[in-house]
């Protein structure tokens, strides 16, 4: 059986009306998907689905964290992630011309399923922070390599001591 099925959702054979599914998803997910940045994580997913006549509304609630390498001090650390966001699925007959936007998705009327591995994981990829860091200075077990820490700080203190000198050189040349 391959493991993205589960995230199928019935789209032909579904009442109008709304349908409420829950997902897990662990490193299993993330190892099953061929584009992604992630490779594990644990979250949580309610999809609150609601039929239409012509399309399917999703509202994605998505909570948890994905583990990742600190880009500060490059200890491993969770990076907790909250997503709420709304995605459309609009039927037509001829839907290789339509335009895909952001959050609507064409999809054929003759389908009878939708599967939402790959809505889920742009989801958690947009949600990302630009930098994989984490606030190790309110967190009562800090997970941080505070040795790292310390050389990036060192390191900065010796560049800018090297920066703050050059100028005043550069000033004393004028007369």
């Known amino acids: 059986m391959n493991y993205l099925k589960r995230f199928d959702i019935p789209i032909k054979g579904m009442n109008i009306g709304i349908h409420e599914y829950h997902f897990e998803i662990n490193a299993e997910f993330f190892e ?24 399917v509304v999703l509202n994605f609630e998505i909570s948890g964290q994905y583990h990742a390498i ?6 491993e650390i969770d990076i907790p992630t909250i997503i709420d966001s709304t995605v459309f699925l609009k ?8 335009k895909e936007l952001d959050d609507v998705i064409y999809i054929d009327e003759k389908d009878y399923k939708y599967n939402l591995a790959a809505i889920i994981n742009q989801l958690i990829i947009l949600s990302m922070p630009y930098k994989n860091v984490y ?13 790292m820490l310390e ?17 005043w050189d550069k000033l004393k040349d004028i007369n």
């Open 91 to 98: 039927f037509g007959e001829n839907i290789t011309n339509t």
């Open 135 to 147: 606030d190790c200075e309110n967190d009562p077990n800090p997970k941080c390599d505070f040795k």
């Open 151 to 167: 050389r990036l700080e060192n390191e900065q203190n010796a560049k800018d001591s090297i920066i703050e000198s050059s100028i």
């Open 32 to 55: 099953n998907l061929d584009n992604t940045l992630i490779r594990d994580g644990d979250y949580k997913v309610k999809l609150i689905c609601e039929k239409r006549e012509r399309m």
């Open 70 to 75: 600190c880009d500060r001090c490059l200890a």
